[in-house]
């Protein structure tokens, strides 16, 4: 692999660690700084990556090839919700990899349909603690017996908003990027280096199809573009939207006061002229966004 020089930030604490690896550019970095520091992971070490079914397939395709260019095994976990006497309480994960990982959003719907068709949204993200924070956590406590862990997370120089301590006692965050000064251009630079990348589309620089593919999260620009090239992939948030409404009520959406398939509609009617004006669709990720 091609290596590019590095400084101790990426020096393992001590301990057991985590390496949240989210399937993205930056901690595909992560990653390959903490190995050119530290060599081998040792066993106190564990790579994962949790899948919510909704990421792309690219990015599982991504997470394959970091795992097998590198030789570093790479743990995959989701969510799930089948009983299993053999389980303990609470024992709510399952592990997977490449080739058995859902693509379709099952460990997504697995945790709505626990919580009565009630949707995550800006408010309550739920999603993100349930489907990731927790079956990772999971995974660690009662498949590797650990109780306390500092957690790598891949967040750049230029996002010093996403830094906050944890929430756990005894189970501190490590900021290994960050800490380093790292910026989007070493992040986009490493990878010009690199005989392989992500092959995901970006826009203006901005890999807007990582993570979950129609995130609420994200802009309403990036929700529109999926409509408009991955219509497939969008109808699925239309679809889970309008069942959580027939069972919860029309007040049950993604995002107060407006619907996936209302902005679906919108795109519908819309040339390609609102992706290229500025002021077409609101930009700010976030879950900020208003109505169109």
Known sequence: MSLIKTDNN????????????????????????????????????QVIFANTGREMPETLDFVQECSERWDVPIVWVEYDNVPDPSRPAGHWFKVVDHKTAARDGEPFIAQIEARRWRLPNAAGRWCTGKLKMNTVRQLLIYTHKWRKWSRALGIRACEP?????????????????????????????????????????????????????GCFLKSEASRARLAREYPERFQWWVDVEKRAQAERGPSMTFQRGKTYESLGEYVGRQGDWIFDTEDALCQRDGGECTDI
């Not at 990426?10 to 520091?37: C, K, Q, W």
């Not at 203006?204 to 990582?210: E, F, I, Q, V």
Request: glycine share 10%; hydrophobic share 35%; aromatic share 12%.
């Open 10 to 45: 990426y020096t393992l604490p001590d301990g057991n660690v985590l390496i949240n690896f989210s399937g993205g550019r930056t901690s595909g970095m992560m990653l390959h700084h903490i190995l050119e520091a530290n060599g081998p992971l040792p066993d106190r070490v």
């Open 161 to 213: 908003r996403r830094i906050k301590p944890s929430a756990w006692k005894g189970r501190p965050n490590w900021f290994p990027i960050f800490d380093a000064g790292h910026t989007v251009e070493n992040v986009n630079d490493f990878w010009k280096a690199q005989p392989f990348d992500l092959k995901l589309k970006t826009n203006n620089g901005t890999t807007w199809l990582g993570n979950c593919d």
